[in-house]
């Protein structure tokens, strides 16, 4: 099955800091890739998603593909205690017939 | 609440029994994943299912685990036979009748086996 890796974390930064998440994936036919924010005993939610190389802004994210290096990242400006969650970076196969994920990132911003 | 619902929120059987966990998609969205997440773990995708269609099931145990998504009524995930090492958050997901689109989430169903 093919790959999206994430550095597990924790990632910890300073309430009003820029977070910043990666993630690469194996499938270079993969199309289209999110991010998701899970709370521990919750279930995932979608924050962002991104199709085309560059950036995509919305609100305080900022989602950033390059294809040619297989990568995505998220950014999260002015980080929040209340953005401390896991991230989850997600990728479809080239056929689109399964979204795979990544294990996630854990961030913890301290206030 | 147009979300997607899953049912039950909980559910403990004992090793041997047979585990039903049921998805209905987001209102217009003809597409189900099932993922399983074990304590710590990531998502792990399981399968992709269009009414009355597995589309995708790689991600599927080859023994005692089935899915299902009938023209009427919810997605099942059935798990026959069940073995402690079936304890895990289970989760649908729906999305529009498209690939590659956005996929939303359930809450989940927390499985025990005792």
């Known amino acids: 099955q093919k790959e999206v890796e994430q550095n597990s974390g924790p990632l910890s930064v300073p309430e009003g800091a820029i977070a910043s998440l990666n993630c690469t994936y194996s499938?270079?036919?993969?199309?289209?890739f999110f991010w998701y924010r899970q709370y521990s005993g919750k279930s995932p939610e979608l924050i962002m998603s991104?199709?085309?190389?560059g950036d995509k802004e919305d609100g305080r994210f900022t989602a950033q593909l390059n294809k040619a290096s297989q990568y995505v990242s998220l950014l999260i400006r002015d980080s929040q205690p209340s953005d401390s969650a896991t991230y989850l970076c997600?990728?479809?196969?080239?056929?689109?017939?399964?979204?795979?994920f990544g294990k996630g990132t854990t961030l913890s911003v301290s206030s | 609440n147009a979300g997607v619902m899953q049912n039950p929120r909980h559910l403990v059987r004992r090793r041997g029994q047979e585990a039903r966990l049921r998805c209905s998609p987001m209102?217009?969205?003809?597409?189900v994943y099932w993922y399983r997440q074990l304590p710590e773990e990531g998502l792990k995708f399981m399968v992709y299912?269009?009414?009355?269609?597995?589309?995708?099931e790689s991600g599927m145990p080859k023994e005692r685990f089935s899915a299902e998504f009938p023209k009427e009524g919810p997605s099942i995930l059935r798990i026959q036979q069940v073995v402690r090492g079936d304890s895990a958050a289970y989760f649908c997901?729906?999305?529009?009748?498209?690939?590659?689109?956005?996929?939303?989430f359930g809450q989940g169903t927390r499985l025990t086996v005792v």
């Open positions: 299912l269009q009414k009355e269609n597995i589309i995708d």
């Open positions: 991104i199709y085309s190389n």
């Open positions: 209102k217009g969205h003809s597409h």
């Open positions: 499938d270079r036919g993969s199309q289209s």
């Open positions: 997901a729906s999305s529009p009748p498209r690939t590659h689109a956005e996929a939303f």
């Open positions: 997600a990728a479809y196969n080239q056929a689109g017939t399964a979204l795979i």
